[in-house]
Nanobody, 119 residues
């Protein structure tokens, strides 16, 4: 049974940092992070391939967010720095055969974790 469990969300002030974690079980796939703000569509944030660890970032987070992977724990981390109010959203991790920006490329999703950036 595939399970993705996110953790690490919370409330942070503008300019602050948070680190999200996504622990995967039952699957060894490319992993991605997406986010969804109220009233908006789910949008791509970042992804990482399974084997080579290649990464793909949305322009809005380049230079501020960093994805990493700990293979021994099958866990992906999202380090978020210099947070802005517009980063406020529910963040979801996802697993799929390819690291793409497309929501429909991912087969499995976590339950989401709230990130709120206050100004």
């Amino acid at each position: 049974q595939v399970q993705l469990v996110e953790s690490g969300g919370g409330l942070v002030q503008v300019g602050g940092s948070l680190r999200l974690s996504c622990a995967a079980s039952g699957v060894r796939y490319a992993m991605g992070w997406f986010r969804q703000a109220p009233g908006k569509e789910r949008e791509f944030v970042v992804a990482i391939t399974w084997s080579a660890g290649r990464t793909l970032y949305a322009d809005s987070v380049k230079g501020r967010f960093t994805i990493s992977r700990e293979y021994a724990k099958n866990t992906v981390y999202l380090q978020m720095n210099s947070l802005k109010p517009e980063d406020t959203a529910v963040y979801y991790c996802a697993a799929g055969p390819l690291a793409t920006m497309r929501v429909d490329s991912y087969d499995y999703w976590g339950q989401g974790t709230q990130v709120t950036v206050s100004s």
